[in-house]
């Protein structure tokens, strides 16, 4: 079944702000890394978006932080959980993989999702924006 354009699922929100929505995040998960652990962090910029529904897409983000050494997975689950699961309109989830890493998955009100994995050395931030109009 396809999503119409008046589902809930299609927000308001201009390409702008929907790309400023999810960098933002990015950036969130990547600051809850402890100071000084940080080499550098990569944020795409590009202009990626899938659809979503007919006339309705979503942007999509990619943050790497490259780390001095492998992140503490267990304490940025605690943190991300600190932030984002008490009181917000966040939910976080945790699913180990079959080779023991962890994806941690936030998941919005609007319909945006943040996928992060640490693995070696780096901190990855997936991210798919909440559905907007095609011509916003």
């Keep these: 079944m396809q999503r119409r354009l008046d589902d809930e ?8 702000e929907s790309q400023h929505l999810i960098w933002g995040i990015e950036n969130d998960v990547v600051a809850l890394l402890p100071e000084g652990t940080v080499l550098e962090v990569e944020q ?5 978006r899938l659809t979503c529904a007919p006339g309705a ?19 940025l689950i605690e ?21 023991g890493d962890r994806v941690i998955t936030l998941s ?4 945006d999702n943040y996928f ?5 050395s780096t901190l ?8 907007v109009r095609s011509d916003a």
Excluded: C, H, Y
């Design 108 to 111: 919005g009100a609007r319909g």
């Design 116 to 120: 992060i994995e640490a693995w070696g």
């Design 79 to 99: 943190d991300i959980r600190a932030r984002w699961a008490d009181g917000t309109d966040r939910a976080v989830e945790v699913e180990e993989m079959s080779d």
């Design 124 to 131: 990855e931030v997936r991210s798919f924006g909440p559905g």
């Design 9 to 16: 699922t299609v927000f308001p929100l201009t390409k702008e």
């Design 44 to 48: 795409a910029t590009d202009d990626n």
């Design 57 to 75: 897409v979503v942007w999509t983000g990619l943050t790497i932080a490259d780390t001095v050494a492998p992140a503490d997975v267990d304490s």
